[in-house]
């Protein structure tokens, strides 16, 4: 059963009188648990895609159907009901919040849904940022950390909730390759654990080949859909 | 309470640009309570110069007398029985009362003639309602049924008067007729009500009445009770007793017209505040806006992870509370400092209008002392927080509408 399925996917940006088609009909069915990438040279799409995928962004043309349901019609306060209950997002730049405990950073999406008591959510922020090492950080700031560091508490934030799909714009453009290798290793074991979902764009090889699908894409459109044992 | 305590937390960012806020909203404040503390200082000593020198708490005269008073009439005056004052003693809250007779002299030092009220009064009572004569800075009281009188210092000034001297009083008598009076002058006094000292006359109430050949008629009853928040009640209460033609005044309406200038003022005051204010909100509405621009891509995090517009709104109308809170307790604390140094000190009058007597329409001189009122407190900072808090919502509602894409690749 797929989880994302996308048809006939097309998005054109407006500049000025000029139209710059970014996707060019995208056709694309994403599976439960899968380990995706996304990779492609830059201004290709990638970002574009994941943003609709990610429902932050609407279509020209075409359908999406996120776990069977057509998120087309969507208004953006249900759009965001779909984000905050369904999707986890890790970001390039971390975007953590500075003023926010890691602890307090991760518990902030979970506060967004709500349905915890506060000792399970304090369990659970934990148990997480455990799993992630950084157990004994749980107090520090985003300024306290180190940049791998705070991408696993962004991976964190992502997880906590339980998302359906994580959705991670260039996650490791920002670290080095040893730390990289970490954060991608800590993803595909929570991708493996958890079963959830995970689409990352990248245009770095090292994250290729933690992926079990690749998926290049080139001026808005797919060129290779390759599946990975 | 997450939102509110990050909101809280957001605070902390820019410590300096957060203080700098709240100061604005510290000195409007400041600047509020200031004024209302003055303006309250000031209405209570106008309050209490009316009542301990020209009105007393109630004064009971005949309604076509009241109508016309300020003509200073010698017609429909009271004719003072044992009845009346029988009646007038029964007032709940009653302590004294007295008798005055008010007249329109020309008073004369042989070169200039000013125009003055004479009032004459029953000196066995006139003290037991009255606080003239605490305020006598030279010589004494007039005697029964002399012809002393005492007149203010500044129209001592003005008319070349010092005790001893004698000061002729001219007036009308009821048949119209001019008579006068050759008055002693026995004693100077300098109230704070300033228009007492500058045009009144006080003589014993005997002596006038004999030179106006009205008999023992009055012009009023004045009357002191136990405490000024009686008198409305009581007025009303007195007037049901009294016979139709007769009326019990507090001196709230003796003082209509100050009641009148004082709630203008307060409306003045009111509108300072709220320009004061405006002020403060615009550095609000720009603190809001800078916030927001510099948190641009963790609000479109926050919008990826499903925060609603409402949700970033309220943070950001927390932060406003917060830097509301903080305005308001700088500047209460400030007030209050403000304000005891005030009322340790005073503000002389006489210092600020180089001796003169400027009062801006207000009862009152010498050294002023401002007043306290925890509601005002209360008033000014609540107000100020609801101010913050209204004045994030625009630049927070402008922030929460951006398209989370646009916010996240914000750079």
Redesign the interface.
């Known amino acids: 059963m797929s989880l994302i399925k996308l048809i006939g996917l097309e998005k054109i940006y407006q500049q000025g009188k000029i139209a710059v088609p970014a996707l060019r009909g995208i056709d694309l069915e994403i599976e439960s648990g899968e380990f995706t990438t996304i990779f492609g040279p830059s201004r290709s799409g990638k970002?574009t895609l994941l943003?609709m995928i990610?429902c932050?962004?609407k279509s020209t043309a075409g359908e999406i159907i996120f776990d069977e349901h057509s998120i087309n019609d969507l208004n953006s306060?249900e759009l965001?009901?779909?984000?905050?209950?369904n999707?986890g997002?890790i970001?390039q730049?971390y975007?953590l919040?500075?003023?926010?405990t890691a602890f307090?950073n991760v518990?902030?999406?979970i506060?967004?849904i709500d349905k915890h008591s506060k000792k399970e959510r304090r369990d659970r922020v934990m148990s997480l940022l455990e799993e992630v090492g950084l157990g004994e950080m749980a107090d520090r700031r985003p300024n306290e950390l180190s940049g791998g560091q705070k991408q696993r508490v962004a991976v964190a934030?992502a997880l906590i909730k339980e998302p359906k799909l994580v959705l991670a714009d260039e996650p490791t453009a920002n670290l080095d390759s040893e730390t990289s290798k970490e954060v991608l290793e800590l993803m595909q074991e929570m991708n493996e654990e958890l079963n959830t979902t995970f689409i990352f764009s990248t245009h770095d090889p090292q994250v290729m080949d933690y992926a079990r699908r690749l998926i290049e894409i080139k001026d808005g459109k797919i060129t290779k859909d390759q599946r990975r044992d | 309470m997450f939102f509110l305590k990050m909101a809280f937390k957001n605070l902390t960012r820019h410590k300096r640009r957060t203080i700098i806020t709240a100061l604005i909203i510290a000195f409007a404040i400041l600047i509020y309570v200031m004024t209302e503390g003055l303006m309250i200082g000031m209405t209570e000593m106008s309050f209490n110069n009316i009542i301990n020198l020209e009105s007393g708490h109630l004064q009971v005269a005949k309604k076509d007398y009241w109508e016309e008073r300020k003509e200073l009439p010698l017609n429909n005056l009271i004719n003072p029985t044992e009845e009346m004052e029988n009646k007038i003693e029964k007032t709940a809250g009653f302590v004294a009362l007295t008798r005055r007779l008010n007249f329109s002299v020309r008073l004369n030092n042989g070169v200039d003639e000013l125009p003055v009220t004479g009032v004459g009064i029953d000196l066995s009572q006139d003290s037991k309602v009255f606080k003239l004569n605490n305020y006598i800075v030279k010589g004494r009281m007039p005697r029964e049924g002399s012809r002393e009188i005492i007149m203010g210092t500044k129209l001592a000034e003005l008319m070349n008067f010092k005790t001893g001297d004698y000061a002729v009083m001219l007036f009308r008598t009821e048949e119209d007729t001019f008579n006068t009076i050759d008055g002693e002058i026995v004693g100077l006094f300098n109230t704070p009500h300033p228009s007492l000292n500058e045009n009144s006359v006080f003589l014993p109430l005997s002596t006038a009445q004999n030179r106006l050949n009205i008999e023992n008629k009055i012009s009023y009853y004045a009357i002191r009770l136990t405490g000024r928040e009686q008198a409305i009640p009581a007025a009303e209460e007195l007037s049901q007793r009294l016979e139709a033609s007769y009326k019990a005044y507090s001196w709230k309406d003796a003082a209509k017209s100050l009641v009148t200038m004082l709630e203008m003022q307060d409306i003045e005051t009111q509108v300072i505040l709220a320009i004061i204010l405006t002020l403060a909100a615009v550095g609000i509405i720009n603190t809001v806006i800078l916030s927001a621009l510099e948190r641009m891509e963790e609000l479109g995090m926050m919008k990826a992870l499903g925060m609603h517009q409402r949700e970033i709104v309220y943070t950001f109308m927390g932060e406003a509370a917060g830097i509301g809170i903080i305005g308001g307790v700088m500047g209460v604390i400030m007030g209050i400092i403000g304000l005891a140094i005030f009322n340790i000190n005073g503000i002389d009058m006489a210092a600020m209008t180089a001796g003169g007597d400027m009062t801006y329409g207000f009862p009152l001189s010498g050294t002023i002392y401002a007043g306290w009122e925890i509601s005002s407190f209360i008033f000014v900072f609540v107000y100020g927080i609801v101010i913050s808090i209204l004045s994030s919502i625009f630049p927070a509602l402008w922030a929460a509408r951006k398209d989370p894409v646009k916010a996240i690749y914000h750079r």
């Open positions: 970002t943003n990610g932050l962004d306060k965001a009901e779909v984000r905050r209950y999707l997002f970001f730049s975007n919040i500075p003023v926010l307090e518990e902030f999406a506060r967004l934030r």
